[in-house]
């Protein structure tokens, strides 16, 4: 299983970022994948997830802001980030095989698969 994000880069407060994520090495749309952020200092924390049906669960402090969507032919998971804001700067990590698909409150699991990240950084 290999997991590549890409897309993130430095934006003023109130922009907006797309992040994709290209997987291999397994049945992309069977399982549950999901996005992570890890700010300086803090946890890695749940940001949104989707199953192989499409539902998708997010945190509060996303909602409305971040949407999560995949490109089954293309074996591409993509976050949309609008509206950002300095508190959303952190490593941007995509991850899939989730034990549970749903975005859980503390710090985020460790299992699964994960790529290596991609910097979002926000400017005030």
């Known amino acids: ?3 590549e994000e890409s897309g993130g880069g430095s934006v003023q407060a109130g922009g907006s ?3 994709s994520c290209v997987a291999s090495g397994y049945t992309y749309s069977s399982v549950c994948m999901g996005w992570f952020r890890q700010a300086p200092g803090k946890e890695r924390e749940g940001l949104v997830t989707i199953d192989r049906y499409g539902y998708t669960t997010s945190a509060d402090s996303v ?5 999560i969507s995949s490109d ?3 074996h ?3 976050l ?8 959303d700067t952190g490593m941007y990590y995509c991850a899939a095989f989730l034990p ?4 859980l409150p503390g710090p985020a699991t460790k299992e699964g698969y994960w790529g290596q990240g991609t910097q979002v950084t926000v400017s005030s």
Do not use: D, I, M, W
Request: hydrophobic share 40%.
């Open 1 to 3: 299983v290999h997991l």
């Open 72 to 74: 089954n032919a293309k």
């Open 100 to 103: 549970v698909c749903a975005v």
């Open 80 to 87: 949309q980030l609008n509206s950002l804001t300095p508190e």
């Open 76 to 78: 591409t998971l993509y």
């Open 63 to 67: 909602k409305g802001r971040f949407t």
């Open 17 to 19: 970022l797309r992040l």
